[in-house]
């Protein structure tokens, strides 16, 4: 069998189309429990950072607005241009949580470590530079400047002067992540999301590049009228701009949820098997441009941090993609913001009315979240593996987790066995491996080990 997916049968492709979440987090978010609130938060806190524990955290600031909304975008963001509005978001709001969580984590002696520092949205360049000064200060006392390894921002390359460029590098900011999606005109119209390449290139000048040491673009696949030739056009010109990640995700299609995707024609959307050819040409131009996999939909030059980890092992997976390990937890602020601390999972509301009166009180504004149990964590690290580096090493994970792996997923390695026939991975006593094609179907491989999974075909 050769490793191009057009040597697949269609029949097997669509056999595999069952929806499977991108687990960016295991559990997936809609299994967590409405039971853990600000005493709960307060609990993993301390449970997670004791003084003295040498923890290395990320910091996730949440800044939900954008200008104008896409037709393809799942993140939760309020249209305006109303900067007054966004300056009360951070004054009445989010400049609270930030001071709450500093001075609780003071109080009782926690030692989080922050490390790192991500704002994103929504389009966090909307804040003009006096507001960027003020968040800032605001999380100088949880992250000195001079604790921080990494400091990313996302950017909407539309509507950045491109002397914003030296604004943030001047401020700490060492990577960035550009929102590109596709460079194909009539996709860009489709999504209510006209950005032409020249609007890139006049930003990353060649001192730009040289000051940041890291620059990632995310591109979309499954968007409305894509083609085949389409966007390996696309990606030609994304690998010509040479950012140093490429993160190539799936559009995920919820109009139940955002009803504003239903500016998009349905019957403009490829279909599963569609979607797999367009990744799979694209993923072609990258890798034959020298980019390293870092994960199913993640990509890196083989200079950059996460490269590296993944050759060394130490990479994983979190809500901010493929990184390179430094930090296990997460600490997120603002309406809607997720946080990862130790054994839990919290996420922040989605109301501004409830956000805000929870935050009056003093309390952290937690409405969802859940405590991982021993065989969670086991089937949590097998999946992050298994989407990371496409393998189990069987004796690894034994070592980690302390069972015999083949009776306990006994009903999960039966279930695998369909995979192997079909060649999409191999089975062996010490390591079940994905193939070259079956690398394209790590979600659904994943999903037979997510016991919360419902069963069936859920598309």
Known sequence: MTNKLSSLDPAVINKYGVYAFDYIEYPHKSFWSNDFGDAAFRGALVESFPRGGGASTALYVHIP??????????????????????????????????????????????????????????????????????LLERIRPLAPPENIADFNIEVDPRRVPPERMSFYISRGVNRMSFGIQDFDPAVQRAVNRIQPPGLIEKLLTPDVRAKLESINFDVLCGLPGQTEAGIVVTMKK???????????????????????????????????????????????????????????????????????????????????????GRSADMLGVGRHSYSAVGDYYFQNVYEQEKYESELRLSKFPKFRGFRLNADDKIRRNVIKNLRTYFYIDIAEEEKNSGVDFARYFAKELAELGGFASDGLLEMSPGRITLSEIGKYFAPQVCRVFDKYAASGVDK
């Open 65 to 134: 607005f954008c200008p104008q909304k896409c037709s393809f975008c799942i993140c939760h963001a309020d249209v305006t241009s109303d900067h007054g509005r966004i300056r009360r978001y951070l004054t009445d709001s989010l400049y609270p949580e930030l001071k709450l969580l500093s001075d609780f984590i003071s109080d009782c002696g926690l030692a989080p470590g922050i490390r790192e520092i991500y704002v994103g949205g929504g389009s966090p360049t909307m804040l003009e530079e006096k507001d960027f000064e003020g």
């Open 238 to 324: 994304v690998v010509e701009l040479s950012p140093d990640r490429i993160s190539f995700a799936f559009m995920h299609y919820a109009p139940k949820n955002a009803k504003h995707q239903l500016m998009m024609k349905v019957e403009d959307i490829p279909d599963f098997f569609t979607k797999r050819k367009l990744f799979a040409a694209a993923i072609e131009v990258i890798e034959d441009a020298g980019y390293v996999r870092t994960g199913f939909e993640h990509f890196a030059k083989a200079h950059d941090a996460v490269a590296m980890a993944v050759a060394a092992g130490r990479a994983t997976y979190n809500s901010l993609g493929a990184t390179s």
